[in-house]
């Protein structure tokens, strides 16, 4: 089998990554910016119930510098560029987000396309795709690009937006024989590997501990973390993926409110600091003013975006859990914890 190299192995993306390449009989070489998250990785790995069997090495690299990508991609088959930061709160300074994301794919892709790899595989998001625009009752799909430069496009959506059209600007200008595909998920949920949760997961766990007494009217869809690997793979292997966009969403969006409903309903007890209000968007637009951390859903409140896999599953096969799954399985795992 190819050797593959992931970047971030240590991230909720990562680590399920690394899981489904071990378990298709892949060699598996992985980044990390710190070699103490080696341990955290193979814990990840035990906690996936994936033994690595010497088939995974670890290289350090930080998408912030040069040093280490040439020897990341030396000798690799493929690279699922996973890796990218993804902010709990809205930064001062919105290049905090931009050029880590710009320039580290920018990096890969270079030290890619040097070292002869085949195709890289790159996790965008549904955040350069449906923003910036004019409400809208059609999905969007993968033609439709977010724009930068509405006032309401915040510094996580524009950076995963401007880190994608230049990682396809690369590839036109002087990508050589080196392959793109491209897969933009929703929301990603599901099974946690590790005590240091992705912020989407960071919205259930809020929920069940009770930190958010009442809920913000707001929208996303959701996608399991296993499908979202599982598309990366698909994209990775099939021959008409190069070149190409895929949205990994696994059905209608879902508000806050529908997200505490269905914990409440499927854990009962369990569940039962659960919130049961919908916040008015006047009062959530208030306490905005003493709460940074809501400032960031203003823009959202009231929106709804609804996009469609249709691309992924009628091209590639891809047939992803429904919502209710993703999202119970996240909160199965975020309970575990607890015992």
């Known amino acids: 089998m190819s050797t593959v190299l992931v970047t971030g192995g240590s991230g909720f ?8 390449l071990l378990q298709n009989g892949h060699q598996v070489r992985t980044t990390v910016r710190d070699p103490r998250r080696v341990d955290d990785v193979h814990a990840m790995l035990e906690r996936a119930g994936v033994a690595a069997e010497g088939r995974l090495s670890f290289v350090m ?7 280490g990508w040439p020897e990341a991609v030396q000798g690799c088959d493929a690279v699922l560029h996973v890796a990218s930061p993804f902010p709990a709160s809205v930064p001062r300074d919105e290049n905090e987000l931009i050029a880590p994301a710009r320039d580290g794919a920018l990096r890969v892709l270079r030290a890619s396309r040097d070292a002869g790899v085949r195709r890289v595989v790159m996790t965008s998001s549904f955040a350069a795709v449906g923003y910036g625009h004019a409400p809208r009752s059609t999905p969007f799909d993968e033609s439709n690009w977010t724009d930068p430069t509405q006032a309401d496009v915040q510094p996580y959506i524009k950076s995963k937006t401007l880190a994608e059209r230049a990682a396809w600007d690369f590839i036109a200008r002087e990508g050589g ?9 929703v929301g990603i949920f599901g099974p946690v590997l590790s005590r240091d949760h992705a912020t989407s997961i960071g919205l259930v766990e809020q929920l069940l501990d009770g930190r ?7 929208y996303f869809g959701v996608v399991d973390v296993r ?3 599982d598309l990366h793979l698909r994209a990775m292997t099939d021959p008409g993926a190069a070149g190409e966009r895929f949205i990994a969403v696994a059905g209608p969006t879902l508000s806050m409110h529908d997200v505490a409903r269905l ?3 499927h854990f009962g ?3 039962r600091q659960v919130p049961r209000w919908q916040m008015p968007d006047g009062l959530v637009r208030l306490a905005a003013r003493r709460q940074a951390a809501l400032r960031g859903v203003l823009p959202q409140l009231g929106i709804r975006r609804e996009s469609t896999a249709d691309k992924a599953r009628q091209r590639l096969g891809w047939t992803p859990r429904n919502s209710e799954a993703a999202l ?3 909160a199965e795992s975020l309970l575990a914890e607890r015992v």
Do not use: E, K
């Open 13 to 20: 993306v990562g680590a399920w990554s690394i899981a489904a």
């Open 61 to 67: 690299a930080d998408l912030t510098h040069d040093n």
């Open 177 to 185: 024989a080196l392959q793109l595909a491209v897969v933009n998920p």
């Open 212 to 218: 958010m007494p009442a809920v913000p009217r707001i």
């Open 227 to 229: 499908d979202v690997v």
């Open 263 to 265: 914990l409440r309903r």
């Open 269 to 271: 007890a369990r569940a």
């Open 328 to 330: 119970i399985a996240t």
